[in-house]
């Protein structure tokens, strides 16, 4: 847990200051000089008794108690020092940003579990190891630069590389975002991103609080902490994009099954970010530019202004904007044109309202008036003012900062001109405002974030199951597929609805179960893993004679145990799963099922537990849901009972944790039922 010597320490020790401001102990003690720590500022180098102007001890055991120790040190040093910190200095921050630990090797490893055993006996905060420091508005404690302005609502930043870090800062920084407090956790070895997630939940205050976070994640060894405290923030009312780097081998694997195939690490992220409202991003650029539309007021729907005096930048962010399912509406009637008549001659208000590149300030100023107070089918604006270097533009500049301050609407300034007028924009941004230099990225980001759901707040119930049932059938099992009839059990107990079936070992036993199902019936081989391949499936089969030759052929096909009897039944063929993945716990996926799962790949997926309602949503947001919905007169698909089984896909997964993949396709829906037709199911002990 983090505590108040780390986050706002009365004094802070350099272990490994230095005068070389081009080493990490130089750097951070002149980083802490430059922001005017407050505190007492000490440094230990065993060569020196004042190092840039700070008093230093020899050794670590002549230091005086204090707070928090930034310790630049070679590793195998750093154990020792740590034991003398904690136990006879009271310290209780350790940032340790020297390297050498666990990301080098089993040695390392060792020594950094040493230290966390000695900090976390004193009840102490670590950050790191190998990591770039902290910053926040009480100290400056890293040795990198930009150091970026820091204030009470800029961003919370949390990133698991600290050059990543750093890059991250210098693409904001120009850009004018500002940060609250930046934590580089580095090995993680007490705390790593989401305990720091954590700790910004538990201490949250709306008042003071930033409402903006940041992450840049390389590997996620907690999700439920993740998503509990991430989604518990935005709920709150904050607003959180991450990157998460790299892909695990497990994800990767070959797989035995369709959700295994489509199922893996990254699709868990994916489901565990969208679960929680965390806008995921994929590079540097995108995070700062979420960022910065996240420190302008929340867009209340989906219908964008563009103004601009240049053709080419507004056809451009009209693609970006459109593809991603925001709207550019037309603009039109009396109020239009009374605002036309303001503009230059050739200008157009249909939206892009276009004033040309001869546009003027007070023109600026009519054009986002009337769509501020005229145009009620406008919700933001998005406004670009170039130069071409021809003649000063701070007066658009300034009009564009009091518009920001009055506007109730949102206006995301695309200022793109940041070498022929860069002395404007750097005017701008210190009145407190951001730039967004692309306006296709500008678009593309503010397309993510209206598409990013929040968490679902809705009261929850998860459809009841038959938790005894379930666990008879899982205990008494091994390892490995389960046969029918142990699918048939429970399925049946987790109430999912189910083709009537027999599972036969011989043609007279075939015969007489497929006249009780009734004629006509599917046969299916028991066994081989992808039965249509092998000639293992055969539908409409008529009558007893058809019955005893399809038997006789079937029976032979290679790795077959028995013949599966089914009645013949029609309807949309759907897809329903579940796969394991680890540390994630289960993923449920759902789609279009039979062979379409294999040739679109169009499947939404989601983390255990899974509601009706967030079934519901996963099963609207599949690209082919105009087919369940009904097309051109084919029948619509009954989506409740869809989402239902979806539903109870994730309450059986909670039941049985050792169920590993789980396949149920196809499913067939139709407007009265929705009913499992095949399934495998997979249990990992």
């Known amino acids: 847990m983090i505590n108040q010597k780390l986050i706002n320490p009365k004094s802070i020790a350099i272990i490994g200051g230095s005068d070389d401001i081009h080493k990490p102990g130089g750097k951070v003690l002149k980083n802490l000089i430059d922001s005017n720590f407050k505190g007492n500022l000490y440094v230990v180098n065993p060569k020196l008794d004042e190092v840039q102007g700070i008093k230093s001890y020899r050794n670590t055991a002549d230091l005086p108690q204090t707070d928090l120790a930034i310790i630049a040190i070679a590793a195998k040093f750093c154990v020792a020092t740590v034991k003398t910190l904690a136990n006879e200095k009271e310290t209780g921050g350790f940032i340790i940003l020297s390297a050498g630990f666990s990301e080098e090797n089993e040695e390392g490893a060792l020594l950094e579990q040493e230290i966390v055993t000695t900090i976390n006996s004193v009840g102490g905060s670590l950050i790191g190891p190998n990591c770039v420091g902290v910053l926040n508005q009480n100290y400056s404690g890293v040795f990198t630069t930009p150091i970026p302005t820091l204030e009470q609502n800029g961003c919370d930043f949390i990133s698991g590389s600290g050059a990543t870090a750093v890059f991250i800062m210098e693409a904001a920084v120009p850009n004018g975002l500002t940060f609250s407090n ?263 980001a503010l397309s993510k974030i209206y598409n990013t759901p929040k968490p679902n707040s809705q009261k929850r119930e998860l459809p009841k199951v038959k938790h005894e049932a379930i666990r008879k059938v899982i205990d008494e099992v091994e390892s490995g597929y389960l046969e029918p009839e142990n699918v048939q059990a429970l399925l049946d107990a987790a109430g999912i609805s189910r083709a009537g079936e027999a599972v036969v070992n011989s043609k007279e036993e075939a015969v007489s179960e497929a006249i009780k199902l009734g004629f006509p019936v599917v046969m299916k081989v028991v066994g081989p893993v992808h039965k249509s391949d092998v000639g293992g499936v055969i539908l409409n089969v008529n009558d007893a004679e058809q019955v005893n030759a399809e038997f006789e052929r079937m029976i032979q096909i290679k790795d077959t145990t028995a013949i599966l009897i089914q009645p013949m039944l029609s309807g949309t063929e759907l897809f329903a799963g579940a796969k394991k993945e680890d540390k994630f716990g289960h993923m449920v996926l759902c789609g279009l099922g039979g062979i379409f799962i294999e040739v679109l790949k169009d499947v939404q997926a989601n983390l255990a537990p899974i509601y009706p309602n967030e079934a519901k949503e996963m099963i609207q947001k599949l690209k082919s849901y105009k087919i369940i919905q009904g097309v051109r007169g084919q029948e619509a698909i009954n989506e409740d009972m869809f989402a239902e089984i979806v539903s109870r896909i994730s309450a059986l997964c909670l039941a049985a944790p050792e169920i590993f993949e789980m396949d149920l396709n196809p499913l067939l829906g139709k407007k009265d039922q929705v009913v499992a037709v095949d399934a495998r199911i997979r249990i990992e002990k």
């Open 182 to 444: 930046v934590y580089s956790v580095g090995n993680s070895a007490q705390m790593g991103v989401e305990e720091i997630i954590k700790y910004l939940d538990e201490t949250y205050d709306p008042t003071t609080s930033s409402k903006v976070k940041l992450l840049y994640i390389e590997s996620i060894d907690k999700p439920d902490l993740l998503l509990k405290h991430a989604a518990s923030l935005i709920s709150k009312g904050c607003k959180i994009a991450a990157i998460k780097a790299g892909g695990s081998e497990a994800g990767s694997r070959a797989a035995s099954s369709h959700t295994g195939a489509l199922a893996n690490s990254d699709v868990a992220v994916e489901a565990l970010f969208r679960k929680a409202g965390i806008v995921r991003c994929y590079s540097r650029t995108e995070l700062t530019t979420i960022a910065g539309v996240f420190m302008h007021p929340e867009l209340q729907g989906k219908n964008i202004a563009i103004i601009t005096h240049a053709g080419g930048p507004a056809v451009m962010l009209t693609d970006a904007l459109s593809s991603g399912g925001l709207e550019i509406p037309h603009i039109e009637g009396d109020k239009a044109d009374e605002l036309l008549e303001k503009l230059y001659p050739g200008s157009s208000v249909a939206n892009p309202i276009d004033f040309l590149a001869t546009g003027t300030a007070e023109q600026l100023g009519h054009i986002i008036d009337a769509c501020e107070n005229d145009f009620d089918n406008i919700d933001a604006m998005c406004v670009i003012f170039g130069s071409p270097g021809l003649f000063e533009v701070y007066d658009v500049y300034d009009l564009l900062d009091e518009k920001m301050k009055s506007c109730r609407k949102p206006i995301y300034p695309i200022l793109p001109s940041v070498v022929n007028v860069a002395d404007e924009i750097k005017h701008f941004i210190a009145k407190g405002r951001i730039n967004f230099p692309d306006e296709v990225t500008l678009g593309n």
